[in-house]
């Protein structure tokens, strides 16, 4: 009983902050985040935790504003993006992203990394009309659902799409073949899958079996030894990156050699590495996948002057950023549309200015996508990305091959 | 027929890995008493040191796994010294939630140590695989099952024939006698850690090279290791075995043939053996039951 008094007075100050931060946002002139002299940007991504690798597109993008900063910004404004550690834990993320729109009050919400912890902040910026810029997840439902949630927008291709071009290239190059899938049982997988039978589209090559598996298991081996029996002679693995690497290593323990089609988030180079088992494991060899960034190991861009540069930034602010880590270049590449974007929104930005050029963009000349690859989207499109290249595995890495392939949902 | 030996193979091979978790899980039980939710970081941790020892500092492995299990042995002994010992005397909830808490600051030390990024770990074992009649078998899963076995051996004799191992079942079954015959009781119980810490070691060991090494790696099997655990009997080391693999077999089997179980409803099928050994057996297959006056 003697606390109930404090519990009061503690809710009395919270309504009073809260009215007083009402009142202060209803007579500000102008949108938040913006001033004569800076355009302040905020989101979250994992710098700690188990996903902690990916926060490399933080450090990547930010390095990109400092850089375009130190040129004088975008319309003398000097661009400041803050990003905090949500540690992957969509709880996290609504708190810290409460935290950036009320107290620290951004224009917009940039850049936010992962699946669960986007949707779980969608609905709460769209209700306050604050634009959740090319969240980090290629999750359909970003793009599909426009119309209910006009401020959000994704970037990377949607899982559907890279699916979709699994399948076309398996029915244009493998004609006969039987495929079999291993998925995450969530959305991600089943959006790659969707896509992949949407790619071959009723043409012979199908798919003959597909099991999935919970992100809780321990192993996939069971899962594995049932696609083996089923005679098929391809494998598609849908992963996140330690199952995909101990899919690749059950087949070969079970003596499966399929040949082996992959989506970007399951190919990164290091699982490769792993899933290779010191070159033992040969199944590793010719899988094919989809790629739309430049890879900065890749020899055949040592001398494009967009990845020149790229080291170059890096090195000069992000030091002792890790330059082979392709999701640097995501960064880059990501930033690099958002100042496009921003130059658009002439001398006084406004949110509405800003969603209203996320509806008409067209970038041809991001330099740090693959060659040819545009930034489109439309009034109700808001897939920026849908196209994309394949590359293979060699044993000196993965080779970008054939011509550019368009999805259209 | 293939199909359904060849998961019954990779079932064993699963089963393994519980059962050897499973084992550690055990020796705690036996030796102290209680559940030591933290087994699982514990062994991940050791297993750790093992991938530092030969990935960043090159040591041949068999060193590099000694090291490791001594490492381990002090680890577990100074954790109970440490951690456990002052919170032994009061309830057995009070050391549970001790071990929970355990759980959460090893798995965030991982991470803050060694990055959430996956990692190999060499198998001691070749990782060809035999062919029977259609039938893979790996010889690196006969040598988990190998290990584990053997394990339960040396564990028997352990218990049965040194001084050590007697004090320890002394001193776990009735401590305040035991004190009186001159056992020191809190010193064994720190030995019984060491112990159990050394097989989560060998456990980690044996599991990294087919699930790959990250600070997560053992969340998902300290489950299975529970449900091996209370299905062979929670204070039987031949139990924690054979209950890991027939889980293992079990859950493939039902995964495989029973439709709607598929791959999504195996943990709760690892849970529901759980609630029905206690339900209808609680002293699991091979455990002894315990009866109390009251």
Do not use: C
């Not at chain 1, 020899?299 to 790229?310: Q, R, T, V």
């Not at chain 1, 930034?313 to 270049?329: E, F, M, P, S, T």
Request: hydrophobic share 50%; proline share 5%; no cysteine.
């Amino acid at each position: 009983m003697t606390r109930k008094p404090i519990v009061f007075v503690a809710l009395a100050v919270a309504l009073t902050l809260g009215a007083s931060a009402l009142a202060g946002s209803t007579r500000a002139t102008g949108d938040p985040g913006i001033t004569p002299t800076s355009i302040l940007l905020g989101g979250t991504v994992p710098l700690s935790g188990v996903a902690s690798a990916y926060s490399a597109v933080a450090v990547g993008a930010s390095a990109y504003f400092k850089y375009v900063n130190a040129k004088g910004g975008v319309g003398g404004r000097q661009i400041n993006y803050k990003y905090l550690d949500d540690t992957y834990n969509p709880a996290q993320t609504v708190q810290l992203t409460r935290q950036l729109v009320e107290q620290d009050k951004v224009f917009a919400i940039f850049n936010t990394l992962g699946t669960e912890t986007n949707l779980a902040i969608r609905p709460y910026l769209n209700q306050l009309k604050v634009p959740q810029l090319f969240a980090a997840s290629g999750d359909t439902s970003f793009g599909a659902d426009a119309a209910t949630y006009p401020q959000t927008i994704g970037f990377f291709p949607s899982y559907q799409a890279e699916g979709w071009a699994l399948g076309q290239y398996m029915r244009k190059s493998h004609p006969k073949a039987k495929i079999a899938v291993i998925a995450q049982n969530d959305s991600y997988g089943r959006d790659l899958l969707v896509g992949l039978n949407r790619g071959l589209g009723g043409g012979v090559a199908k798919v003959v079996a597909a099991q999935n598996y919970e992100v809780t298991a321990s192993d996939v081996g069971s899962q594995i030894a049932k696609l083996k029996s089923s005679g098929a002679d391809t494998l598609a693995i849908f992963a996140t990156p330690q199952f995909a690497i101990q899919s690749y290593v059950f087949a070969n323990k079970l003596g499966w050699k399929p040949f082996v089609i992959t989506n970007a988030v399951s190919s990164a180079s290091n699982i490769m590495l792993l899933a290779s088992e010191g070159g033992q494991n040969k199944t590793v060899l010719g899988s094919v996948s989809v790629v739309f960034l430049k890879d900065p190991t890749d020899p055949k861009w040592s001398k494009d002057p967009a990845i020149a540069l790229y080291r170059t930034i890096l090195a000069r602010y992000a030091k002792g950023a890790n330059a082979k880590d392709v999701y640097h270049v995501y960064g880059m590449a990501v930033a690099y549309a958002t100042v496009n974007l921003l130059k658009r929104l002439g001398k006084n930005p406004t949110r509405a200015g800003l969603i209203a050029a996320v509806d008409s963009m067209n970038i041809t000349d991001d330099p740090f996508l693959l060659p040819g690859i545009a930034i489109k989207t439309g009034p109700g499109d808001h897939f920026p990305l849908s196209q994309m290249y394949f590359q293979q595995y060699a044993k000196t890495g993965w080779k970008q091959f054939g011509s550019l392939v368009s999805y259209k949902g | 027929m293939t199909n359904f030996l060849q998961q019954v193979v990779s079932g064993l091979a699963s089963g393994g890995i519980y059962g050897a978790l499973a084992l550690a899980l055990v020796l705690i039980h036996r030796a102290t008493g209680v559940i030591n939710f933290a087994q699982g970081e514990m062994a991940t941790f050791s297993t750790y040191i093992l991938w530092t020892l030969t990935q960043n500092h090159g040591w041949p492995y068999w060193p590099a796994l000694a090291v490791t299990l001594a490492i381990s042995f002090a680890g577990g002994f100074g954790v109970h010294q440490l951690v456990v010992r002052p919170v032994e005397r009061g309830s057995v909830l009070r050391v549970v939630i001790v071990t929970i808490g355990l759980l959460l600051l090893i798995n965030g030390a991982m991470t803050w140590i060694w990055s959430g990024e996956v990692r190999s770990v060499h198998s001691p074992f070749p990782t060809r695989t035999i062919d029977m009649g259609g039938v893979a078998i790996s010889i690196q899963d006969l040598g988990t099952i190998g290990v584990s076995i053997g394990v339960v051996i040396l564990l028997g004799l352990f218990f049965r024939f040194t001084k050590v191992g007697l004090a320890l079942r002394a001193a776990a079954t009735n401590p305040a006698e035991a004190r009186l015959v001159g056992v020191r009781v809190p010193l064994l119980l720190g030995v019984g850690w060491g112990l159990a810490t050394m097989l989560g070691a060998i456990a980690g060991a044996l599991t990294a090279p087919t699930v790959f090494l990250d600070p997560n790696m053992m969340q998902a099997v300290l489950i299975y290791a529970f449900a091996a655990a209370v299905l062979g009997g929670i204070d039987s080391p031949v139990g924690a075995v054979v209950g890991g693999l027939l889980l293992g077999v079990g859950l493939n089997l039902l995964g495989t043939y029973v439709n709607f179980v598929g791959a999504d409803l195996r943990l709760p099928a690892a849970l529901s053996v759980i609630l029905a050994v206690l339900l209808f057996r609680p002293a699991g297959l091979f455990g002894h039951r315990v009866v109390k006056r009251v």
